[in-house]
């Protein structure tokens, strides 16, 4: 099917499946129905209102689309799931949110981009893989060299058995040639299996980096995101900036009027004061975990509050729903079993001052 008759149809299907927003007319002319979405002046008398099907989407004074209008808010922290969204970057999954009604979008870096800590990571994971390979590799050449040879030892006790001419020792050679032939073949078997596998492993191995690779180039240079809001709609983003020394990147959805976040100042919480991260870790849209503010580490914001992968990104929030931090996954969380870190948002504000006004 030629490429410009497969879009019409493509186009002529999206056309047919979106909601009509205003009132459409349908009249007869020659035996023929016919549609407009106003009625034709030498036909008024004979075309018929037809009804709407669907619901305008509300809009602002500024003529820009108002976002989540309905989505429910029965408490402030409700309410900040309805400015985090889920990023989906080239390489998986992560956290943002809303930080001004014209669409700016706080994440990490790392959602969108691959960072030095995270090349560092994967060189170690890849070195590692590779040198168990090539020890595998090693430890099957030398396991087929001891079959090779146990295959010549069995080859000349079968020839010794057939040239033996006492009755007696033949029969005992035979016997040991079966019992050995046996052995050979069960080990020569399993050596077979494991092999097979391990070459089958090996090859989706290096299938699976080289399409990580690939993928991972793709995203560092991409510039356009997608986003999943808390009512499940999914939109496209632009990269606005990303932060040369932290984890932190500044995403924009044009067009819309969004729910945006207040601040809260990091500095002025209290130890022991409830806190909530949200997130999509594992896919899981609008997720929350609470916890208390535990103190700060080396300039990250501490809780107990769990944040997961996936939770990369998204805000932390006081019970009255401001964020005062940027969820983020870092090493240092495996230290500490059951705490978690988060950017203080003032230093978001404060890179990228250009965008944002607090």
């Excluded at 020890?135 to 080859?155: G, H, I, P, V």
Aim: charge should be positive; charged fraction near 25%; hydrophobic fraction near 35%.
């Amino acid at each position: 099917m030629p490429m410009i008759r497969l879009s019409l149809i493509v186009l002529i299907l999206v056309f047919i499946a979106l909601p009509c927003q205003a009132k459409i007319y349908k009249y007869k002319k020659n035996g023929v129905w016919v549609f407009t979405d106003s009625p034709p002046k030498d036909e008024v008398g004979q075309s018929e209102t037809m009804e709407e099907s669907g619901r305008p989407v509300p809009r602002t004074k500024s003529g820009r689309t108002l976002l989540l209008k309905d989505y429910p808010r029965r408490s402030p922290v409700e309410a900040a799931t309805a400015a985090t969204v889920a990023v989906k970057g080239g390489l998986g999954y992560g956290s943002g949110f809303f930080v001004s009604t014209d669409g700016y979008i706080l994440t990490n870096k790392h959602v969108i981009r691959t960072t030095k800590s995270q090349e560092k990571q994967e060189s170690q994971v890849f070195n590692m893989v590779d040198d168990r390979i090539v020890t595998l590799q090693r430890q099957f050449t030398a396991e087929k060299a001891k079959l090779d040879s146990y295959a010549a030892d069995l080859k000349q006790l079968k020839s010794l058995a057939d040239r033996e001419r006492d009755s007696a020792r033949k029969r005992s050679y035979k016997a040991e040639y079966a019992y050995r032939l046996k052995k050979y073949e069960t080990w020569k078997t399993d050596y077979n299996r494991r092999r097979k596998k391990f070459d089958a492993q090996e090859r989706e191995y290096h299938f699976k980096r080289a399409d990580y690779r690939y993928k991972k180039s793709v995203a560092n240079l991409s510039k356009s995101f997608a986003i999943i809001l808390a009512d499940k709609t999914e939109l496209n983003v632009r990269l606005v900036a990303t932060s040369p020394t932290h984890d932190l990147a500044l995403l924009k959805l044009d067009g819309y009027k969004t729910p945006a976040l207040q601040t809260f100042n990091s500095r002025a919480l209290v130890p022991g004061g409830p806190l909530y991260a949200v997130g999509s870790p594992a896919r899981l849209n609008n997720s929350v975990t609470a916890g208390i503010f535990s103190g700060y580490e080396k300039g990250f914001v501490q809780t107990n509050a769990q944040i997961y992968p996936g939770n990369s990104g998204g805000p932390l929030v006081t019970q009255a729903g401001r964020v005062v931090g940027i969820n983020t996954f870092k090493q240092l969380t495996r230290k500490y079993e059951g705490l978690g870190f988060a950017i203080p948002i003032e230093r978001a504000y404060r890179e990228f001052s250009r965008y944002l006004k607090q």
